[in-house]
């Protein structure tokens, strides 16, 4: 889920070499952040009950937003969520997805890494 519009949401992770196997984008719900409707859409399009999912989130609305659809949350820039890592490096070697993310090409491109959501069976 982001606050992004999908064209620029599929812009920005396209620069960064990134394919999302899900994406909703804020033209594509009727409510943005804090309102969980985006969060648990993701999840169904997923097939997963939110509460199986991990919000990984940099702003306080869409942390917001990932509790009230049932969600964990990971709160970067200090902010407060169930987990509280340093940065998008530390949260990948957390999940043992260290190998699989590239932070430095994601910043590069734009794209806003607080953004996203892990869903696990």
């Known amino acids: 889920m982001t606050s992004a519009d999908r064209r620029l949401a599929e812009a920005r992770l396209g620069a960064a070499g990134v ?21 648990r859409a993701a999840a169904a399009e997923l097939g997963l009950d939110p509460a199986t999912c991990l919000v990984v989130e940099d ?8 509790r009230a659809a049932g969600a964990a949350t990971a709160a970067l820039r200090g902010l407060d969520g169930d987990l509280r890592p340093s940065g998008l490096p530390e949260l990948t ?13 994601a910043s590069s491109a734009g794209v806003r890494t607080g953004e996203m959501a892990i869903g696990a069976r």
């Not at 702003?59 to 990932?66: E, P, S, V």
Request: avoid cysteine; charge should be negative.
């Open 59 to 66: 702003a306080r609305a869409g942390l917001d937003a990932g």
């Open 93 to 105: 070697a957390l999940l043992g997805l260290a190998d699989a993310v590239r932070p430095e090409s």
């Open 19 to 39: 394919v999302a196997p899900v994406l909703v984008a804020r033209d594509d719900v009727r409510h943005g952040k804090p309102d969980p409707e985006g969060y």
